[in-house]
């Protein structure tokens, strides 16, 4: 299950190390790095919503419901607290991947001119891995 965010995955990746080190217990990284992934990417334009169940769901079920919903609430809350204490988001403010436009196949308009159409390239924290490097 892919699970999208306009979060850096090198942000994800720089978040969760100090969070490693206080929650080192090989049972507690998944639901560490979920609760981690659903906090981050609740932030938009500098402000944070509020996570909403659905989303959790999703979370839940791309780590093959190895924990519950009410595990992860509760997990968000300890992460929540930890960042608060180190002024995470004082610190390093929630960074967004980068959107930058990109060229596509041109496109023919009149007199056999072309013209390039412009997409979005949107990168996302993608799939919800298991975290071998700390297990």
């Known amino acids: ?13 720089k978040i969760l190390e100090p969070l490693l080190w206080l929650h080192s217990r090989i049972e507690s990284v998944q639901v560490l790095v979920a609760a981690t992934f659903l ?3 609740s932030w938009k334009d ?19 419901e190895q924990f519950t919903a009410k595990e992860i609430t509760e997990w968000i809350r300890v992460v929540e607290g930890d960042l608060e204490d180190l002024n995470w988001f004082e610190k390093f403010p929630v960074a967004s991947a ?13 007199n056999g001119a072309k013209v390039a159409r412009l997409g979005k390239n949107i990168s996302g924290v993608g799939n919800m891995v298991f975290l ?3 297990c």
């Open 98 to 110: 980068s959107v930058e436009p990109r060229k596509r196949k041109a496109e023919e308009v009149g």
């Open 132 to 134: 071998n490097e700390y």
């Open 1 to 13: 299950m892919k699970m999208g965010s306009t979060v850096s995955q090198n942000y994800l990746a």
């Open 46 to 64: 500098g402000a944070r919503r509020k996570i909403t169940a659905p989303e959790k769901k999703r979370v839940v079920e791309a780590f093959d």
């Open 39 to 41: 906090i981050v990417s």
